[in-house]
C-alpha cells in the first residue's frame, strides 16, 4: 500500500466568479478537484489522513490569479514542475465585461487550460510526501521506449534481468532495487516468477498464458496481466496498480469533431505506455471519419505498437482494434451523427475483438 509521509492535505482553489457563475476552465477544473479529492479520502482515510479544501472566490481585479490550486502550502505548478502561461479566455470575458486573460500550466508539451484530474491527483500526492517509484524490469529486449514515456510521469528506474539460455531456470536470484511496482518485460517464465516473489505489485507486459498467471497468484495476488498494455483499468484491487493506470492503459480522448465527419481536434488524455496512442493520434486531425480512415487508424497503431510477437495474450492487431474502439467511443459521445456514420464497421469490428479476446 501506498503510505503518505504527511497526514493533512490543506488545499486553496482560487476562482474568479460573478455571483454564482464562474468560468468554463476554472468550473472544469473545480469538477475535477472534486473528485480528486472525494479519490483521495476513499484511499487515505485509513490511514489518518485529513483533506480539506478551501474555496477562494476572486473579483476582476484578482483574475491573474485564477485557477490557482496550492497544496500545503505549494503551488500545483511547482509541485509538478510544470509552467504557466496566459491564454485568452472567453468565459471570463463574458463574466468581467473585459477582453480576458486566464491562467494555464504547461506540462512537456501540453498545454492545459483546465487543470486535469491526474494533474492534480499527481500533485496531492507529491504535497503528501508520497512519490511512486516504478521499476520497469527487461532482459534486453522490450521495456525501452515504455521506461522514456513512462518516466516522463513517474519516477522510474530501468532494471536489467537476465534472459536465461534455458527453458528451465531454477533458483533465479534477482537483487531489485526498491520500487512501489514492478513492469515485467521479461521473456522468461522463470525470471518473471523471481520477480512476482519480491511480494510486490506486478504488471506482466509480457504474459505466459493463463496457466502461469493462475500460478504466480498464488505466490503474489498483486499481479496483473493484461491483455494488452492499452487494455489496463484503473479499476483493480491494486492501489499502486491503479495509480499507474489512471495515466497509463486503456485510451481516453477529448476530440471534437464537425457535422461531416472531420476530426477538428484530438488530445490524448491516457494512452498506451509505448507512445502509440500518441503517435497515432497526432496524425488524426482534419482527416473525416471513415471505414478506411479508421483502418488506417488501426495500422499504424500497430505500427507504432511495441507489443512482442510471442506469449499468449500479446496481440498488436488487437491493441488497434481496442484503439479503434475507444476513439469511437469517444466520438460518439460528442457527436453521435459522426458515430452512425460508421456503425456497420464498428459493430463487425466489435465481433472480432470478443473472438479475440475470447480466443486468448
Known sequence: ???????????????????????????????????????????????????????????????????????????LEDLLAAGVVSTDCPSCGTLSGESTCCRAIEIGDEKYEEVPAWAIKKAAYRALGIVMKIGIISDGKFGDRAYEIIRERFPTEWIMAPFPGSPIADDVELNLPECDLYISYVRHPDVALAIIEKQKPVILGVSFGPGFLRQAKAINENIVAPVTMCSLEDNTWVPEINEFAKVFGRPTFDVKVLDDGTIESIRVIRGSPCGSTVAASAELHGTQLSPEQLQHYGLRICHFCRAPRFGKTCDKELSGLLHIRELMRAISAVSPAAGERVKSFTDEMEKIIDQKITRG
Open 1 to 75: 500500500m501506498i503510505t503518505p509521509r504527511y497526514k493533512r492535505l490543506e488545499i486553496e482553489w482560487k476562482h474568479f466568479a460573478v455571483g454564482d457563475a464562474t468560468c468554463e476552465r476554472c468550473g472544469k477544473t473545480g469538477d475535477a478537484l472534486r473528485a480528486v479529492i472525494e479519490e483521495l479520502r476513499h484511499e487515505f482515510t485509513p490511514a489518518g489522513v485529513k483533506i480539506n479544501l478551501t474555496e477562494t472566490i476572486l473579483d476582476k481585479t484578482r483574475i491573474a490569479e485564477s485557477n490557482e490550486i496550492r497544496m500545503n502550502g505549494a503551488l
